[in-house]
Protein backbone atom coordinates (compact mmCIF):
# COMPACT_ATOMS: atom_id res chain seq x y z
CA UNK A 1 0.00 0.00 0.00
CA UNK A 2 1.30 3.51 -1.07
CA UNK A 3 0.20 7.01 0.38
CA UNK A 4 0.78 10.16 -0.21
CA UNK A 5 -0.40 13.00 2.16
CA UNK A 6 -1.77 16.43 1.52
CA UNK A 7 -1.50 19.70 3.55
CA UNK A 8 -3.52 22.26 2.93
CA UNK A 9 -3.19 25.85 4.58
CA UNK A 10 -1.75 29.18 3.42
CA UNK A 11 -0.24 29.30 6.72
CA UNK A 12 1.80 26.26 5.87
CA UNK A 13 2.82 27.72 2.79
CA UNK A 14 4.21 30.93 4.20
CA UNK A 15 6.12 28.90 6.86
CA UNK A 16 3.68 30.58 9.29
CA UNK A 17 2.96 27.40 10.81
CA UNK A 18 5.20 23.96 11.01
CA UNK A 19 3.13 21.13 9.67
CA UNK A 20 3.04 18.18 12.26
CA UNK A 21 0.77 16.78 10.68
CA UNK A 22 2.40 15.39 8.02
CA UNK A 23 5.22 13.92 10.09
CA UNK A 24 2.37 12.22 12.67
CA UNK A 25 0.95 10.81 9.64
CA UNK A 26 3.73 9.49 8.06
CA UNK A 27 4.99 7.48 11.25
CA UNK A 28 1.15 6.13 11.69
CA UNK A 29 1.12 4.89 8.13
CA UNK A 30 4.42 3.69 8.18
CA UNK A 31 3.74 1.51 11.28
CA UNK A 32 1.23 -0.65 9.20
CA UNK A 33 3.40 -0.68 6.37
CA UNK A 34 2.46 1.42 3.90
CA UNK A 35 4.75 3.13 1.80
CA UNK A 36 4.47 7.04 1.97
CA UNK A 37 5.76 8.38 -1.91
CA UNK A 38 5.11 11.98 -0.99
CA UNK A 39 4.34 15.08 1.21
CA UNK A 40 2.78 17.96 -0.75
CA UNK A 41 1.75 21.74 1.08
CA UNK A 42 -0.76 23.37 -0.89
CA UNK A 43 -1.69 26.80 -0.04
CA UNK A 44 -5.68 27.67 0.00
CA UNK A 45 -6.13 28.01 -3.38
CA UNK A 46 -9.12 25.41 -4.96
CA UNK A 47 -7.41 24.85 -8.36
CA UNK A 48 -4.20 23.60 -6.57
CA UNK A 49 -5.75 21.90 -4.23
CA UNK A 50 -7.81 19.91 -7.00
CA UNK A 51 -4.37 19.15 -9.00
CA UNK A 52 -2.53 18.20 -6.19
CA UNK A 53 -5.40 16.08 -5.66
CA UNK A 54 -5.94 14.39 -8.82
CA UNK A 55 -1.96 13.78 -9.38
CA UNK A 56 -1.77 11.89 -6.22
CA UNK A 57 -4.77 10.03 -6.68
CA UNK A 58 -3.25 8.53 -9.95
CA UNK A 59 0.17 7.86 -7.83
CA UNK A 60 -1.41 6.20 -4.53
CA UNK A 61 -3.60 3.50 -2.81
CA UNK A 62 -4.17 6.51 0.04
CA UNK A 63 -4.50 9.79 0.16
CA UNK A 64 -4.98 11.58 3.34
CA UNK A 65 -5.71 15.28 3.15
CA UNK A 66 -5.66 17.54 6.34
CA UNK A 67 -6.69 21.13 6.30
CA UNK A 68 -9.39 23.28 4.45
CA UNK A 69 -12.46 22.14 6.03
CA UNK A 70 -13.16 24.99 8.27
CA UNK A 71 -16.33 27.43 8.02
CA UNK A 72 -14.59 30.37 6.25
CA UNK A 73 -14.24 31.25 2.69
CA UNK A 74 -10.82 30.27 2.42
CA UNK A 75 -11.22 26.21 3.54
CA UNK A 76 -12.09 24.93 -0.14
CA UNK A 77 -11.03 21.45 0.08
CA UNK A 78 -14.18 20.13 0.20
CA UNK A 79 -15.38 22.50 -2.73
CA UNK A 80 -12.05 20.49 -4.50
CA UNK A 81 -12.87 17.32 -3.81
CA UNK A 82 -16.31 17.56 -5.23
CA UNK A 83 -14.87 19.00 -8.64
CA UNK A 84 -12.30 16.34 -8.41
CA UNK A 85 -14.95 13.48 -8.07
CA UNK A 86 -17.66 15.74 -10.64
CA UNK A 87 -20.04 15.61 -7.83
CA UNK A 88 -21.95 18.83 -6.23
CA UNK A 89 -21.57 19.51 -2.23
CA UNK A 90 -24.85 18.18 -0.56
CA UNK A 91 -26.25 18.76 3.22
CA UNK A 92 -25.14 16.59 5.10
CA UNK A 93 -28.18 15.90 7.95
CA UNK A 94 -26.36 14.12 10.68
CA UNK A 95 -23.84 16.46 10.84
CA UNK A 96 -25.94 19.80 10.74
CA UNK A 97 -27.93 18.29 13.97
CA UNK A 98 -25.08 17.65 15.59
CA UNK A 99 -23.47 21.50 14.51
CA UNK A 100 -26.56 22.66 15.68
CA UNK A 101 -26.35 20.68 18.99
CA UNK A 102 -22.67 21.62 19.39
CA UNK A 103 -23.69 25.50 19.49
CA UNK A 104 -27.03 24.80 21.69
CA UNK A 105 -24.94 23.45 24.28
CA UNK A 106 -22.90 26.51 24.53
CA UNK A 107 -26.11 28.89 24.91
CA UNK A 108 -25.17 31.20 21.26
CA UNK A 109 -27.11 30.41 17.75
CA UNK A 110 -24.96 28.83 14.83
CA UNK A 111 -23.50 31.63 12.53
CA UNK A 112 -25.14 30.54 8.63
CA UNK A 113 -21.15 30.26 7.42
CA UNK A 114 -20.75 26.77 9.64
CA UNK A 115 -23.58 25.15 7.96
CA UNK A 116 -20.82 24.46 5.15
CA UNK A 117 -19.09 22.27 7.72
CA UNK A 118 -21.68 19.84 7.00
CA UNK A 119 -21.49 19.98 2.95
CA UNK A 120 -19.91 16.56 1.48
CA UNK A 121 -19.56 15.65 -2.13
CA UNK A 122 -22.54 13.88 -3.49
CA UNK A 123 -20.88 9.68 -3.42
CA UNK A 124 -18.65 10.65 -0.19
CA UNK A 125 -19.70 9.65 3.19
CA UNK A 126 -19.12 12.19 6.24
CA UNK A 127 -16.67 11.01 9.06
CA UNK A 128 -17.28 11.87 12.55
CA UNK A 129 -15.66 14.04 14.40
CA UNK A 130 -15.36 13.66 18.23
CA UNK A 131 -13.12 16.72 18.84
CA UNK A 132 -14.35 19.60 16.44
CA UNK A 133 -16.81 21.04 14.28
CA UNK A 134 -15.57 20.10 10.46
CA UNK A 135 -16.82 16.88 9.50
CA UNK A 136 -14.21 14.39 7.98
CA UNK A 137 -15.01 12.84 4.30
CA UNK A 138 -13.82 9.91 2.77
CA UNK A 139 -14.42 8.67 -1.15
CA UNK A 140 -12.98 6.65 -3.72
CA UNK A 141 -11.19 8.05 -6.63
CA UNK A 142 -10.66 5.64 -9.79
CA UNK A 143 -7.20 5.69 -10.83
CA UNK A 144 -6.25 5.28 -14.68
CA UNK A 145 -5.37 1.46 -14.40
CA UNK A 146 -8.24 0.84 -12.64
CA UNK A 147 -7.22 0.47 -9.40
CA UNK A 148 -8.95 2.38 -6.57
CA UNK A 149 -7.14 5.30 -4.29
CA UNK A 150 -8.81 5.89 -0.87
CA UNK A 151 -9.21 9.68 -0.03
CA UNK A 152 -9.51 11.01 3.59
CA UNK A 153 -9.71 14.35 4.33
CA UNK A 154 -9.75 15.22 8.34
CA UNK A 155 -9.37 19.05 10.05
CA UNK A 156 -6.11 20.54 10.08
CA UNK A 157 -6.06 21.05 13.72
CA UNK A 158 -3.80 19.06 14.66
CA UNK A 159 -5.78 17.36 17.74
CA UNK A 160 -8.71 17.24 15.49
CA UNK A 161 -6.89 15.48 13.31
CA UNK A 162 -4.82 12.39 15.13
CA UNK A 163 -8.35 11.89 17.10
CA UNK A 164 -10.62 11.19 13.63
CA UNK A 165 -7.85 9.26 12.06
CA UNK A 166 -7.27 7.13 15.04
CA UNK A 167 -11.09 6.16 15.72
CA UNK A 168 -12.21 6.29 12.04
CA UNK A 169 -9.08 6.40 9.56
CA UNK A 170 -6.91 3.66 10.78
CA UNK A 171 -9.14 0.71 11.41
CA UNK A 172 -9.86 1.06 7.83
CA UNK A 173 -6.48 1.27 6.46
CA UNK A 174 -5.08 -1.69 8.76
CA UNK A 175 -7.83 -3.94 7.48
CA UNK A 176 -6.25 -2.89 3.56
CA UNK A 177 -2.62 -3.82 4.71
CA UNK A 178 -2.88 -7.31 5.46
CA UNK A 179 -0.83 -7.55 8.55
CA UNK A 180 2.37 -5.41 6.86
CA UNK A 181 4.01 -3.08 8.86
CA UNK A 182 7.61 -0.86 8.55
CA UNK A 183 9.34 -0.50 11.88
CA UNK A 184 12.15 1.63 11.97
CA UNK A 185 15.31 2.38 13.88
CA UNK A 186 17.64 5.58 14.43
CA UNK A 187 21.62 5.09 15.49
CA UNK A 188 23.21 8.21 15.85
CA UNK A 189 27.04 8.68 16.01
CA UNK A 190 29.19 12.00 16.32
CA UNK A 191 32.98 12.75 15.14
CA UNK A 192 32.75 11.40 11.85
CA UNK A 193 31.55 12.95 8.59
CA UNK A 194 28.46 11.33 6.58
CA UNK A 195 30.44 10.45 3.97
CA UNK A 196 33.09 8.30 6.41
CA UNK A 197 30.29 6.75 8.34
CA UNK A 198 28.62 5.75 4.27
CA UNK A 199 32.28 4.71 3.50
CA UNK A 200 32.36 2.19 6.87
CA UNK A 201 28.47 0.98 5.86
CA UNK A 202 29.30 0.25 2.58
CA UNK A 203 27.35 -2.22 0.89
CA UNK A 204 24.23 -1.76 3.95
CA UNK A 205 23.25 1.41 2.40
CA UNK A 206 22.35 0.09 -1.31
CA UNK A 207 19.34 1.50 -1.96
CA UNK A 208 17.74 -1.48 -3.15
CA UNK A 209 18.06 -3.23 -0.17
CA UNK A 210 15.36 -4.41 2.03
CA UNK A 211 15.81 -3.16 5.51
CA UNK A 212 16.88 -0.12 4.13
CA UNK A 213 19.94 2.00 5.84
CA UNK A 214 19.77 6.12 4.91
CA UNK A 215 22.02 8.67 6.70
CA UNK A 216 21.01 12.41 7.68
CA UNK A 217 22.76 14.85 9.47
CA UNK A 218 21.59 17.24 12.37
CA UNK A 219 23.48 19.68 14.40
CA UNK A 220 26.90 17.98 13.56
CA UNK A 221 25.20 14.39 14.57
CA UNK A 222 25.44 11.87 12.15
CA UNK A 223 22.08 9.63 11.88
CA UNK A 224 21.38 6.30 10.65
CA UNK A 225 17.41 5.57 9.69
CA UNK A 226 17.11 1.79 9.28
CA UNK A 227 13.69 1.07 8.01
CA UNK A 228 12.49 -2.78 7.61
CA UNK A 229 9.32 -3.90 5.15
CA UNK A 230 7.43 -6.47 5.69
CA UNK A 231 4.39 -8.63 5.27
CA UNK A 232 4.47 -9.39 9.08
CA UNK A 233 5.35 -7.75 12.23
CA UNK A 234 7.32 -10.52 13.31
CA UNK A 235 9.53 -11.11 10.13
CA UNK A 236 9.78 -6.73 10.05
CA UNK A 237 11.11 -6.85 13.54
CA UNK A 238 14.06 -9.31 13.11
CA UNK A 239 15.22 -8.29 9.68
CA UNK A 240 15.52 -4.80 11.56
CA UNK A 241 17.51 -6.48 14.49
CA UNK A 242 19.70 -8.34 11.88
CA UNK A 243 20.46 -4.89 9.64
CA UNK A 244 20.87 -2.94 13.36
CA UNK A 245 23.41 -5.80 14.49
CA UNK A 246 25.21 -5.19 11.18
CA UNK A 247 25.26 -1.57 11.73
CA UNK A 248 26.72 -1.66 14.90
CA UNK A 249 29.63 -4.40 14.07
CA UNK A 250 30.49 -1.82 11.02
CA UNK A 251 30.68 1.13 13.48
CA UNK A 252 31.19 -0.01 16.39
CA UNK A 253 31.31 2.58 19.23
CA UNK A 254 30.81 5.84 16.96
CA UNK A 255 27.34 4.50 17.51
CA UNK A 256 26.34 6.31 21.08
CA UNK A 257 22.89 6.70 21.20
CA UNK A 258 19.45 5.27 19.13
CA UNK A 259 16.08 6.88 18.28
CA UNK A 260 15.18 9.67 21.25
CA UNK A 261 18.91 9.23 23.26
CA UNK A 262 20.90 12.52 23.22
CA UNK A 263 25.03 12.51 23.23
CA UNK A 264 24.29 13.91 26.80
CA UNK A 265 21.61 11.63 28.08
CA UNK A 266 24.25 8.88 27.01
CA UNK A 267 27.39 10.53 29.05
CA UNK A 268 25.05 11.19 31.99
CA UNK A 269 24.39 7.95 32.20
CA UNK A 270 27.82 6.69 32.00
CA UNK A 271 28.47 8.74 35.06
CA UNK A 272 25.40 7.88 36.84
CA UNK A 273 26.37 4.02 36.54
CA UNK A 274 30.09 4.39 37.55
CA UNK A 275 28.63 6.20 41.00
CA UNK A 276 25.81 3.74 41.20
CA UNK A 277 28.91 1.00 41.58
CA UNK A 278 30.36 3.11 44.32
CA UNK A 279 30.46 1.57 47.82
CA UNK A 280 28.47 3.27 50.94
CA UNK A 281 30.29 6.54 51.79
CA UNK A 282 33.02 6.70 48.88
CA UNK A 283 33.26 10.08 46.77
CA UNK A 284 31.28 10.46 44.25
CA UNK A 285 33.03 10.47 40.19
CA UNK A 286 32.31 14.21 39.36
CA UNK A 287 33.34 15.76 36.44
CA UNK A 288 34.10 19.71 35.95
CA UNK A 289 34.35 22.31 32.86
CA UNK A 290 36.19 25.12 32.22
CA UNK A 291 35.55 26.93 29.23
CA UNK A 292 36.02 29.59 26.86
CA UNK A 293 34.94 30.02 23.58
CA UNK A 294 31.49 27.37 24.48
CA UNK A 295 30.16 30.23 27.13
CA UNK A 296 28.95 27.71 29.39
CA UNK A 297 27.44 25.80 26.79
CA UNK A 298 29.25 22.17 27.97
CA UNK A 299 27.90 22.59 31.61
CA UNK A 300 24.13 23.42 30.30
CA UNK A 301 24.69 20.15 28.51
CA UNK A 302 26.28 18.17 31.28
CA UNK A 303 23.52 19.51 33.45
CA UNK A 304 20.54 18.62 31.29
CA UNK A 305 19.18 15.31 32.95
CA UNK A 306 17.72 15.35 36.46
CA UNK A 307 20.05 14.23 38.97
CA UNK A 308 23.31 15.33 37.44
CA UNK A 309 24.20 17.41 40.72
CA UNK A 310 25.20 13.57 41.32
CA UNK A 311 28.33 14.01 39.09
CA UNK A 312 28.22 18.28 38.50
CA UNK A 313 28.99 20.32 41.14
CA UNK A 314 30.46 23.20 39.23
CA UNK A 315 31.66 24.70 36.71
CA UNK A 316 34.34 27.84 35.08
CA UNK A 317 33.42 30.21 32.46
CA UNK A 318 37.00 31.97 31.96
CA UNK A 319 36.36 34.03 28.68
CA UNK A 320 38.83 36.27 29.09
CA UNK A 321 42.73 36.04 29.48
CA UNK A 322 42.38 37.02 33.12
CA UNK A 323 39.86 34.98 34.08
CA UNK A 324 41.74 31.87 33.03
CA UNK A 325 44.52 33.30 35.34
CA UNK A 326 42.20 34.08 38.06
CA UNK A 327 39.88 31.26 38.38
CA UNK A 328 42.28 28.64 36.71
CA UNK A 329 45.27 29.68 37.54
CA UNK A 330 46.80 29.79 33.93
CA UNK A 331 50.41 30.80 33.96
CA UNK A 332 49.96 33.97 31.54
CA UNK A 333 53.16 33.64 30.16
CA UNK A 334 51.53 30.10 28.66
CA UNK A 335 49.25 32.42 27.26
CA UNK A 336 51.66 34.86 25.63
CA UNK A 337 53.81 32.03 24.64
CA UNK A 338 51.00 29.61 22.66
CA UNK A 339 47.91 31.78 22.42
CA UNK A 340 44.57 31.38 24.32
CA UNK A 341 43.81 28.96 21.70
CA UNK A 342 46.45 26.53 22.16
CA UNK A 343 46.81 22.76 23.23
CA UNK A 344 49.22 23.65 25.97
CA UNK A 345 46.67 26.29 27.53
CA UNK A 346 43.66 24.19 27.34
CA UNK A 347 45.63 21.41 29.31
CA UNK A 348 46.16 23.99 31.92
CA UNK A 349 42.55 25.50 32.19
CA UNK A 350 41.24 21.51 32.46
CA UNK A 351 44.09 20.84 35.11
CA UNK A 352 43.33 24.04 37.03
CA UNK A 353 39.78 23.01 36.65
CA UNK A 354 40.39 19.87 38.42
CA UNK A 355 42.77 21.10 41.56
CA UNK A 356 39.59 23.61 42.54
CA UNK A 357 36.60 21.38 42.15
CA UNK A 358 38.51 17.99 43.22
CA UNK A 359 36.67 16.40 40.64
CA UNK A 360 37.55 13.16 38.79
CA UNK A 361 37.39 14.64 35.06
CA UNK A 362 37.89 18.04 33.96
CA UNK A 363 36.63 19.04 30.19
CA UNK A 364 38.09 22.55 28.94
CA UNK A 365 38.22 24.04 25.55
CA UNK A 366 39.30 27.11 24.16
CA UNK A 367 38.62 28.17 20.80
CA UNK A 368 37.77 31.01 18.29
CA UNK A 369 33.50 31.01 17.38
CA UNK A 370 33.79 33.73 14.76
CA UNK A 371 32.72 35.11 12.72
CA UNK A 372 36.31 37.26 13.95
CA UNK A 373 39.92 36.64 15.66
CA UNK A 374 41.00 34.00 13.17
CA UNK A 375 44.34 33.87 11.95
CA UNK A 376 46.18 32.41 8.42
CA UNK A 377 47.73 30.11 11.39
CA UNK A 378 44.24 29.76 13.84
CA UNK A 379 41.30 30.25 11.02
CA UNK A 380 37.61 30.49 12.64
CA UNK A 381 36.89 27.21 13.55
CA UNK A 382 39.78 26.39 15.70
CA UNK A 383 39.30 24.73 18.85
CA UNK A 384 41.63 23.12 21.77
CA UNK A 385 39.79 20.57 23.78
CA UNK A 386 41.81 18.73 27.06
CA UNK A 387 40.20 16.24 29.22
CA UNK A 388 42.24 15.87 32.97
CA UNK A 389 41.30 12.90 34.95
CA UNK A 390 42.92 11.57 38.00
CA UNK A 391 42.54 8.02 37.60
CA UNK A 392 45.06 6.74 39.94
CA UNK A 393 47.72 9.42 41.68
CA UNK A 394 48.67 11.91 39.68
CA UNK A 395 46.46 13.62 37.03
CA UNK A 396 46.41 12.94 33.37
CA UNK A 397 46.02 15.68 31.00
CA UNK A 398 45.56 15.22 27.06
CA UNK A 399 44.49 17.49 24.57
CA UNK A 400 43.52 17.60 20.54
CA UNK A 401 43.09 20.36 18.14
CA UNK A 402 39.75 20.54 15.77
CA UNK A 403 38.92 22.83 13.05
CA UNK A 404 34.73 22.96 12.84
CA UNK A 405 32.74 23.77 10.21
CA UNK A 406 30.10 26.56 10.45
CA UNK A 407 28.88 29.40 11.96
CA UNK A 408 29.26 30.98 15.64
CA UNK A 409 26.36 28.73 16.79
CA UNK A 410 27.37 25.69 14.88
CA UNK A 411 31.18 26.05 15.73
CA UNK A 412 30.09 26.42 19.79
CA UNK A 413 27.90 23.38 19.69
CA UNK A 414 29.92 20.94 17.97
CA UNK A 415 33.14 22.13 20.31
CA UNK A 416 30.34 20.74 23.12
CA UNK A 417 29.71 17.86 21.89
CA UNK A 418 33.12 16.66 21.03
CA UNK A 419 33.89 17.39 24.75
CA UNK A 420 30.96 14.94 25.82
CA UNK A 421 32.60 12.65 22.97
CA UNK A 422 35.97 12.66 24.51
CA UNK A 423 34.39 11.72 28.15
CA UNK A 424 31.94 8.83 26.88
CA UNK A 425 35.38 7.21 25.23
CA UNK A 426 37.23 7.90 28.54
CA UNK A 427 34.44 6.57 30.64
CA UNK A 428 34.28 3.72 27.82
CA UNK A 429 38.58 3.40 28.53
CA UNK A 430 39.00 3.93 24.32
CA UNK A 431 40.61 6.19 22.76
CA UNK A 432 39.02 8.57 20.05
CA UNK A 433 38.55 6.15 16.75
CA UNK A 434 39.19 9.49 14.99
Same mark, same amino acid.
Given at each position: ????? %?? #? =? +???????????? $? &?? *? @?????????????? %?? #? =? +???????????? $? &?? *? @???????????????????????????????????????????????????????????????????????????????????????????????????????????????????????????????????????????????????????????????????????????????????????????????????????????????????????????????????????????????????????????????????????????????????????????????????????????????????????????????????????????????????????????????????????????????????????
Amino acid at each position: MTGTI %LS #I =G +DELVLGQTVDTN $S &AW *L @SQQLAAIGCIILRH %LT #I =G +DHQLQIESALRE $S &AQ *L @SDVVLISGGIGPTEDDLTRQALASVMNEPLELNATWLAELEKFFSQRGRPMPPMNRIQAMIPRGASMIFNHAGTAAGIKTTLQRSDGKPCRVYVMPGVPKEMKKMFQTSVLPELQARSGGAVILSRTLHTFGLGESAIAERLGPLMHRDRNPSVGTTVSAGVVSLRINSRFDSMQRASDELARIESECRSALGDLIYGQDEQTLQEVVANQLFEINARLSAGATPYTVTTAESCTGGLLAKLLTDLSGSSGYFHRGFVTYSNEAKADLLGVDPQLIQQYGAVSEEVAKAMALGALDRAQARAALAISGIAGPTGGTPSKPVGTVCIALATVDGSAPQVHARTFLFPGDRDMIRDRSAKMALTMLRFHLLGKPLPF
